[in-house]
């Protein structure tokens, strides 16, 4: 502490606090990503739509909720190991898809699949990858990882991206159904969100492709100044492709044996139907806030369809997901396993694999953490009365 400051206010120890809590938190970590990333590429990734209302009360939905700790249970080293369809890892806290990762590091998804390899951790690899998905699941061939598939390009194009799926070893099937149309992100339009130079949507067809099929609108698959309009034009495909309907869910579940996850669900009644539809789980989300502004939050819609699939099937999480607590929250209101990622993302921005790895090993020490000062020995019996509003 510098002899000048002043002590008697009690100030710097108050600004070191802050830091050091910061730290902790992870809001250091947003704040040097934003710092080393062009303006136009951090608001893309830490933007919602509209007036952004969902993306702003998604942590304050799990900060709500307060924990009815259980003393004298004699944990001390909580079990965070599960299954997720089947699949071993080593927590419940997972990686989500998002796009465009080597806007926010060269290495982009081959990071992040290396740092979910190392941590034992399930990662989701989007349709919007910058790396094949081929490539992705080749950086760790056994590790946990599920693709989350976007219709693009018509039916047979998705179809075969499915089979690829499948074949590159990839385990389930994420059908994120809350895009049928991209939701009005303001940021992006204000910046004219550019693809920069040298990026491509790595599993969306080639141009040759697109030129053989007249209907298709041209995709933003060459990063040259490919704009928020084209961006959203390939992914407005709604025209193009079946819209994300129960058929479209039993589409997917008779095309492949692989476990079908449907991503996007804020209701109990849509959740039931997409277990009707074949679906094998579904994950409640709001897209980080990037899709229905002034939707429910992830944590109010989760009580509801837990309900509503009553035990049938698994249930996952995302939204607002920022510490182990929440996660821990999360868990007791009957998520099976919780998904993070704006963190995720400042961790790639920062420090690549490292960075990722990193902010999966705080997650993972946080949610121990929590667990052993509740007296939860397990994240598969987390007793239901731990939380109350
Ligand atoms: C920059 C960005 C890109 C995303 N891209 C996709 C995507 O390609 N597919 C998808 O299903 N969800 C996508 N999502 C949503 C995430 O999977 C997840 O639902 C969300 O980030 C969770 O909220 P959180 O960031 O508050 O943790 C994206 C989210 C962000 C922030």
Redesign the pocket.
């Known amino acids: 502490m510098a002899d000048s400051e002043p002590v008697a206010a009690g100030l710097p120890i108050q600004r070191e606090a802050e830091c050091v809590v910061d730290d902790l938190t992870g809001a250091a970590l947003e704040a040097r990503a934003r710092q080393l990333l062009p303006r136009a590429v951090y608001d893309?990734?830490a933007g919602g739509s509209e007036t952004e209302t969902t993306l702003h009360e998604?942590p304050l939905a799990w900060h709500r909720w307060r924990l009815r700790p259980r003393m004298l249970s004699g944990v001390a080293a909580p079990d965070l190991t599960t299954t997720l369809l089947g699949t071993p890892v080593s927590s419940p806290i997972g990686v989500?898809?998002?796009?465009l990762q080597r806007m926010a590091h060269p290495d982009g998804e081959l990071a992040t699949a290396a740092a979910c390899a190392r941590a034992g951790t399930l990662m989701t690899v989007?349709?919007?990858a910058t790396v094949p998905l081929a490539q992705v699941a080749a950086v760790a061939p056994d590790s946990a990882k599920w693709f989350?598939l976007y219709q693009v390009h018509g039916p047979a194009y998705t179809d075969d991206l499915v089979r690829r799926a499948a074949d590159a070893g990839y385990r389930a099937l994420v059908l994120?159904v809350d895009l049928p149309i991209l939701g009005r992100r303001l940021r992006d339009i204000a910046n004219d969100f550019q693809l920069p130079e040298g990026l491509v949507m790595a599993n969306h067809p080639d141009q040759a492709d697109i030129r053989s099929d007249a209907e298709m609108p041209a995709p933003p698959v060459v990063g040259s100044g490919v704009s928020v309009r084209r961006l959203s034009q390939a992914l407005d495909s709604a025209d193009k492709t079946p819209p994300w309907t129960y058929a479209a869910v039993e589409h997917f579940a008779g095309l492949t044996d692989l476990p079908v996850v449907v991503?996007g669900v804020l209701r109990g009644d849509d959740a039931v139907g997409c277990l009707d539809a074949g679906a094998s789980a579904v994950w409640v989300?709001t897209?980080?806030g990037?899709q229905v502004d002034r939707a429910i939050s992830s944590a109010a819609a989760l009580v509801d369809v837990v309900s509503a699939v009553s035990e049938r099937a698994e249930v996952y999480v995302?939204?607002?997901?920022r510490s182990g607590t929440d996660a821990l929250v999360a868990l007791v209101l009957g998520a099976r396993a919780v998904?993070?990622?704006?963190p995720i993302?400042w961790g790639l921005a920062t420090g690549g694999a490292d960075g990722v790895a990193a902010v999966l090993a705080r997650l993972r020490a946080e949610l121990v953490h929590s667990m052993t000062l509740c007296g939860v020995a397990s994240v598969e019996r987390v007793p239901r009365d731990l939380v109350t509003i």
């Open positions: 893309y990734y998604a989500p898809p998002w796009a989007s349709t919007t989350q994120t991503k989300s897209h980080g990037r995302d939204g607002g997901i998904f993070c990622g704006r993302i």
